[in-house]
């Protein structure tokens, strides 16, 4: 399919990490953070690590929603779903998120009614086919995924569905990243900007980044040719002394975004005064609710759920890796206690989770020999 | 839908191409053609022909038509 192969090509991304090695300088260590989980996975499914020169260290960012819900939203999920009169709906990742009692998957297998969806819609079908049960819906996301849920619950208002909810956990992607600007043990060179993030908000809520902060940003594509050209992009503001925020992903990322999906969102959520990330803490104004138009639909309100707020497992080391102070075969407990098959904390769950992916593709054996030939 | 990514987040964005407008949903085939409805009332209108960038089966974006041109 267009759009898809032309972006695997493996003479052009030859092509494009040689020019990324002509003006790497030899004498400078270079740190670029990509922002999101998906170009985690890529970076790693495809070997993109090993195309470039061993002067640029790509650092792995917080835009994995999964590995950033804090371990109380995932217990009072759990709380919801275990509801005798609940139909409990969510994505497939979020199935194996631990909790403090265990995760979806086993309270699943205790008896409880909760289906995975491939879309928000396929929950509120299910709500439209049960009339007699409550569904909800969990919600979890950054802005690719909010006006999903946004829609669907504009279907709901305008069909009168009264049994169908959102336990709500959508966050934004810009406070985040503006706490690790702020963070005194973390320095970066420059950003891989999330591209289907800026398919919905566009480009132009990134130019803090250069403004305030001085770090150039690359909006990025997803496919192994997209990360690599917006290396080669960073690496030519950085060579060049210019500091910018710029599009490698235009054939989907207007830079205005998409004003029909956020006029939408705008309508059905409204931003919480603070939101608990895990290992950034509280970030204020980081989150989406449910508007007041939309309360009726707010799981939160209709089962009363308390906010708790519990400590990751003490071995576990998610907060270190999400904020990139920590490589994952850096964690403690990486691929011993903490493993795709059990995972202790969120980054082992998610395919974009940084340890998934380091687990995954490899990076494991290859790190632990560079570490040893280093002793 | 064909995807190797996680749906929760946005590397599952998967673009396909609009085979008929119905509604505010339109049938879909993606890369393994494979079809779907895909709610398309974030990006209307959409014609017959068209590739967008869909998520969690609604469509938040188009693909533009000179992509090719950005590997260049």
């Known amino acids: 399919m267009k759009y898809v192969s032309e972006f695997r090509d493996a003479e052009l991304a030859r092509a494009v990490a040689a020019a990324i090695a002509s003006i790497t300088d030899p004498d400078r260590h270079y740190k670029l953070m990509e922002v999101c989980g998906g170009h985690t996975h890529t970076i790693y499914r495809h070997g993109i690590k090993d195309l470039l020169p061993e002067q640029i260290e790509l650092v792995h960012g917080p835009g994995c929603p999964v590995c950033v819900l804090p371990m109380g939203r995932v217990d009072e999920g759990i709380e919801i779903a275990e509801r005798p009169e609940v139909i409990f709906t969510c994505f497939g990742d979020m199935m194996r998120v631990p909790g403090s009692k265990g995760n979806l998957l086993e309270v699943k297998a205790q008896g409880a009614d909760i289906r995975m969806v ?3 819609l396929d929950a509120l079908r299910i709500a439209r086919e049960n009339p007699d049960r409550e569904v909800v819906f969990y919600a979890i996301g950054f802005e690719t995924t909010a006006p999903s849920t946004a829609l669907t619950l504009q279907r709901a208002k305008k069909e009168g569905i009264e049994n169908f909810s959102v336990f709500c956990n959508h966050v934004t992607i810009v406070p985040p990243v503006r706490a690790l600007l702020d963070s005194p043990d973390l320095r970066l060179d420059a950003f891989i900007g999330p591209g289907h993030v800026s398919t919905v908000i566009g480009c132009r809520p990134y130019e803090f980044m250069p403004e305030d902060y001085g770090k150039p940003v690359a909006v990025a594509g997803f496919e192994p040719l997209d990360i690599l050209q917006s290396v080669l992009m960073l690496m030519r503001q950085l060579d060049e002394g210019r500091c910018e925020v710029e599009n490698q992903y235009s054939r989907v990322v207007p830079w205005e975004g998409n004003l029909q999906a956020l006029r939408s969102m705008a309508e059905v959520f409204e931003l919480r005064p603070y939101f608990e990330w895990r290992g950034l803490g509280f970030i204020a104004q980081s989150a989406l609710k449910l508007s007041g138009a939309y309360a009726d639909f707010d799981a939160e309100l209709r089962y009363s759920t308390p906010g708790v707020r519990v400590a990751d497992p003490k071995a576990c080391q998610c907060g270190e890796v999400l904020k990139g102070v920590l490589k994952p075969h850096e964690c403690r407990v990486f691929g011993t206690a903490c493993t795709p098959d059990h995972p202790l904390g969120a980054l082992m769950v998610s395919s ?3 340890c998934a992916a380091y687990f995954n593709f490899g990076r494991k054996s290859l790190e632990k020999v560079e ?5 | 839908m064909d995807h190797d990514g996680c749906v929760t987040c946005s590397d599952a964005g998967i673009p396909v191409r609009v085979i008929s407008v119905e509604g505010d949903d339109a049938l879909c085939e993606d890369a ?8 398309v009332e974030l990006v209307a209108p959409v014609r017959a022909g068209e590739i967008l960038l869909t998520h969690g089966g609604v469509a938040i ?4 038509a000179e992509a090719e041109e950005d590997l260049r």
């Open chain 1, 118 to 120: 491939y879309s928000p």
């Open chain 1, 352 to 354: 974009e989770g940084a």
């Open chain 1, 371 to 375: 570490i040893g030939s280093k002793q």
């Open chain 2, 32 to 39: 393994a053609d494979n079809r779907a409805r895909i709610a």
């Open chain 2, 61 to 64: 974006g188009r693909v533009a």
